[in-house]
């Protein structure tokens, strides 16, 4: 690994100043002053290895991915055998969802920087998310013991942990982090409520407490930590206390996520009238592929869970191929989805279908189909059948109460629509209305698979979901739960045993929900 000297070597003491003060304001998170920075130090040095490196980083972290990306490509060019340079460049590829990239370039940061702990902790954060857990958990344990004070991956191993089914090991790892740091172990202390059966005790409630009285937490450990005490208290039976600390914690959260619910069914709306008709296609692709799309915590996981355990059938998981390839497209025609899905040729929507295929092709190496369990490409159906006319879309719907209800006690990033009831209704009518629409395009090709009904008749909604995707019917998807799969998604634990009746919560909470119910008849 090259030195603080070395990296710098050739700048001008008042530049290599300057780069190091932009590492410093980026470490604070005051990005803004580390782009005023990199302002200067790109006029005094545009062509240094490092400086484009720290570009890449700022920018990135900015959102500006294109030039992030062309930054870190030439500081490559520059310095081909930077462990730092290639450990940043999976981060940019990252972002944008290009995982295929990110794995790449952080599985070549770590064969050249195997001493570097952050380079093996986001390979295995890639690794992980790409399902591949016994490589994970063998990265994040070089993580570990380059740097033992690592939390992040100290506790991202214990859910790998988690995911391979090792929960004793897990609950361990996740305590020893608690014991150690409690008041840095936010995250830790939000996986441990994540388990069943739930770990957390009346002392934890008590320490949980102690902590969000505190007052130099983060917010974001704040909402954390209160999600946590919030599942503990609803397995007390403290229902009012639970609904009270989610409030708390979701006003918290909005204030850093703000949401357009509008424009976002503005976008619905622009989206559906671009597909007003089934496209005709005269090729065959894509019958490979069965995606699987919901609104969260609807049971998708389950459905995925099912479909994996057949002998011809990969469980892929959540996957962002789908939203890449249109979203590079996008940005290829300089215009949003709406705008030029009309005028694609059937040889446009074919060569998207192969992009998608070439992507996604490692998840067919063992089994010739796939699952594609994104829940949000229920936006996306009308693309997914111009790419792939031959696919198999499951829509997974539960009672829209219990949804949005899932939606509100579960601590999502990046879902900024569930911090509000009026939002999460209107979220949910979004996706009612284009299930509607897609499989009155596609009744053949859509199947809208109830959760109630899953659960009141196993045996016979099993063998229809497997008729519909064109699978003959086998024993072992009635038994889906035995199977050695791995599941990261929050249901993990659930769809890990028999299925259970028993899991509506929407009557306990009582009148604590009579707002989310208006909200939901007021889209009606």
Not at 15 to 33: K, N, P, Y
Not at 325 to 353: K, M, Y
């Amino acid at each position: 690994m090259l030195t603080p000297q070395q990296r710098l070597a050739g700048l001008s003491p008042e530049t290599a100043g300057r780069v190091a003060a932009i590492a410093q304001a980026q470490q604070r998170g005051d990005l803004e002053s580390a782009e005023r920075h990199l302002d200067a130090v790109l006029a005094a040095a545009p062509q240094h290895p490092e400086v484009l490196r720290v570009c890449g980083v700022v920018r990135s972290a900015r959102g500006r991915h294109a030039e992030a990306i062309e930054a870190l490509l030439r500081a490559l060019a520059l310095r081909p055998d930077d462990a730092m340079i290639h450990n940043a460049l999976g981060g940019a590829y990252e972002r944008i969802g290009d995982s295929a990239r990110a794995r790449t370039a952080l599985r070549r940061a770590c064969e050249l920087g195997p001493e570097i702990a952050p380079c093996w902790f986001n390979y295995g954060y890639r690794l992980y998310v790409d399902g591949d857990f016994d490589a994970a958990v063998a990265a994040l344990r070089r993580a570990v013991a380059l740097a033992p004070r690592h939390l992040q991956a100290r506790t991202l191993l214990a859910d790998a942990l988690n995911a391979e089914g090792e929960s004793a090991q897990a609950v361990a790892a996740y305590r020893g982090i608690i014991a150690e740091r409690p008041q840095d172990a936010a995250q830790a202390w939000w996986s441990l409520a994540t388990l069943r059966p739930l770990p957390l005790d009346a002392n934890d409630v008590a320490v949980l407490r102690r902590l969000l009285d505190a007052t130099d937490l983060s917010d974001s450990d704040r909402v954390t930590i209160s999600f946590a005490l919030a599942i503990a208290l609803e397995a007390r039976g403290d229902y009012a206390g639970a609904f009270a600390t989610m409030q708390a914690a979701h006003a918290l959260a909005r204030r850093g996520e703000p949401y357009d619910a509008a424009a976002f069914s503005r976008s619905v709306d622009a989206t559906l009238n671009a597909f007003p008709a089934a496209a005709c296609a005269d090729v065959e692709a894509g019958g490979e592929v069965i995606f699987i799309v919901s609104m969260p915590r609807s049971g998708s996981t389950l459905v995925e869970q099912i479909l994996a355990a057949h002998s011809r059938v990969h469980g892929a998981a959540e996957l962002n191929d789908l939203p890449q390839v249109i979203l590079q497209e996008c940005n290829r025609r300089g215009s949003e989805l709406p705008q030029w899905a009309r005028t694609h040729t059937a040889q446009d929507w074919r060569r998207l279908g192969r992009q998608y295929l070439e992507r996604t092709a490692r998840w067919r190496t063992q089994r010739p189909r796939h699952t594609d369990k994104l829940p949000g490409n229920w936006l996306y159906v009308g693309a997914i059948f111009a790419m792939l006319p031959n696919a198999r879309v499951v829509v997974v719907r539960r009672d829209p109460l219990e949804t949005c209800l899932g939606c509100y006690r579960y601590m999502f990033r990046r879902h900024p629509y569930t911090h509000d009831f009026a939002d999460l209704a209107r979220r949910w009518h979004d996706f009612d209305r284009a299930v509607r629409h897609w499989q009155a395009l596609y009744p053949e090709r859509v199947r809208v698979q109830g959760y109630e009904d899953l659960l009141a008749d196993p045996d016979g909604q099993i063998r229809a979901l497997l008729a519909f995707c064109d699978l003959p019917f086998e024993d072992g998807c009635l038994a889906f739960h035995a199977g050695p799969r791995r599941v990261t998604t929050p249901s993990a634990a659930q769809v890990r045993e028999p299925l259970r009746r028993d899991t509506a919560r929407t009557r306990a909470y009582g009148a604590l929900l009579d707002p989310l119910r208006d909200a939901l008849k007021s889209h009606v």
